[in-house]
């Protein structure tokens, strides 16, 4: 009986330890999961206030202001400038604009000669989009062309006039949808960059810390799965990216924000460096996998320069956020780069040899990340990581060679 519950002669439970550890795992995914949840639910607060009251006013100025009785478009155009990807709304409204105008000018020609029915609306959407497609329009211009047609083809029969009111409502829906967002409700764009960067630069932090820490024990799945977890970074990317061009939109339409300007050069020149840092990171990470399989030689400095990139990340994310100069990521970049020097210098293999690599080139996407042009990040990171020490097996230097640099002070 014992036997049949996993249970040794002394009756302990030999599955109790990994049962344990599984639901242990359990619980934490359920706690990541919820605050993943509660994470996207705070960075599309403002978006749903800002939808709604552009929802309301444009409602309200429609039926009110213009007349319509019916101003069903206004608050649509409003919500769909909103929806779209922050940083591009003021191109949305144009887009929503020259699209129902191409739809209405279709939709009224083709009606005017065919009438309406089924295969007359099957021609006049299939007309729009192609011709839409045809003139280069992008994709929003081809859907709203069509959904306008469809819309003048299956509705004029019964209401006349619904050609002006269709556009206007258009230029209300998109104008009040700016409105809202350029004065009554502009977000604050260095709040939403901190959101939008904060899981970007968690992801690659933990991962480079994950990667120190199966280096330092030779784990190798541990350094396997940093390297899976590191490589589903689109959505963090393409977030964060989108965050940037919102700012910018933001700064550029309300006087409110005008003074953040400046400081959001900073967010905005980092995002490619950024990008850069995540893949090199991945290459580091590919390459400590081998490293390990094929069991080299992991100088102790190794794993420390990984986790002080790892803390350089941390730093520049904190830094950011609070708006001052990222001096304190700088720094610990340098230091990152002096370790790998120090690896290099008591011998690796191969792949080591490349994973030292990858810490220089990730240092300095991180530098220049943190606002220095790129000549001078990669000046910086030569002298830190100091003169290349031939490796045991060949021939010594002469007497006198530089030795392995030391770091430089962490502020």
Same mark, same amino acid.
């Given at each position: ?9 002394? =009756? ?20 990541? *999961? ?29 039926? /009110? ?39 209405? +000018?279709?939709?009224?020609?083709? $009606?005017?000669?065919?009438? *309406? ?8 959407? *299939? ?8 003139? =280069?329009?992008?994709?929003? $211009?081809?859907? #709203?062309?069509?959904?306008? !047609? ?12 619904? /050609? ?12 009040? !949808? ?63 990216? /989108? ?6 939109? *933001? ?19 980092? !995002?490619?460096?950024?990008?850069? !840092? ?70 690796? =293999? ?6 030292? +690599? ?13 606002? $220095?042009?790129? &000549? ?9 990581? =100091? /003169?290349? &020490? #031939? ?18 002070? $962490?502020?």
């Amino acid at each position: 009986m014992a036997q049949r519950f996993g249970l040794r002669d002394g =009756g302990v439970d030999i599955d109790g330890a990994r049962i344990a550890e599984a639901m242990s795992q359990l619980h934490h995914r359920g706690k990541a *999961t919820l605050h993943d949840r509660l994470h996207r639910v705070r960075m599309a607060l403002g978006l749903a206030v800002q939808a709604g009251l552009a929802a309301g006013l444009s409602w309200l100025a429609a039926h /009110e202001l213009l007349g319509n009785p019916q101003p069903v478009f206004a608050p649509i155009s409003a919500v769909g400038t909103l929806a779209v990807s922050v940083g591009q709304r003021f191109r949305r409204t144009v887009e929503l604009i020259v699209g129902v105008a191409v739809g209405v +000018a279709l939709g009224d020609f083709l $009606i005017y000669l065919l009438g *309406t029915g089924a295969w007359q609306l099957g021609l006049v959407v *299939t007309s729009a989009i192609i011709l839409t497609v045809f003139a =280069g329009a992008s994709v929003a $211009i081809v859907i #709203q062309a069509a959904a306008t !047609a469809v819309l003048i083809v299956t509705l004029s029969p019964q209401t006349e006039n619904l /050609e002006i009111p269709r556009f206007v409502d258009a230029f209300v829906g998109g104008g009040i !949808a700016l409105l809202v967002t350029a004065l009554l409700l502009p977000l604050n764009p260095l709040r939403v960059l901190n959101r939008a960067a904060r899981p970007a630069l968690d992801l690659l932090a933990a991962q480079l810390d994950a990667t120190a820490d199966g280096l330092r024990e030779r784990d190798r799945d541990k350094v396997q799965r940093a390297l899976e977890r590191l490589r589903d970074n689109k959505e963090e990317l393409a977030v964060f990216g /989108e965050a940037i061009e919102g700012a910018k939109e *933001t700064a550029m339409l309300s006087p409110a924000r005008w003074h953040r300007r400046d400081e959001l050069a900073h967010y905005s020149e980092a !995002a490619e460096p950024i990008d850069r !840092a995540m893949r090199n990171s991945g290459t580091l990470i590919r390459r400590a996998v081998t490293l390990i399989e094929d069991e080299e030689a992991i100088p102790d400095p190794m794993p420390d320069a990984v986790a002080h990139l790892a803390e350089s990340v941390r730093l520049l994310k904190h830094e950011f956020a609070v708006g001052e100069e990222p001096e304190k990521a700088r720094e610990r970049s340098l230091r990152a780069v002096s370790e790998a020097g120090r690896a290099y210098g008591e011998g690796v =293999g191969f792949s080591g040899s490349v994973v030292i +690599a990858q810490v220089r080139t990730t240092a300095s996407d991180l530098l220049v990340a943190s606002g $220095i042009s790129q &000549e001078e990040a990669n000046s910086w990171v030569r002298k830190s990581f =100091g /003169e290349l &020490e #031939q490796p045991p097996g060949r021939p010594a230097e002469p007497q006198g060679a530089p030795k392995p640099p030391t770091a430089p002070p $962490i502020g």
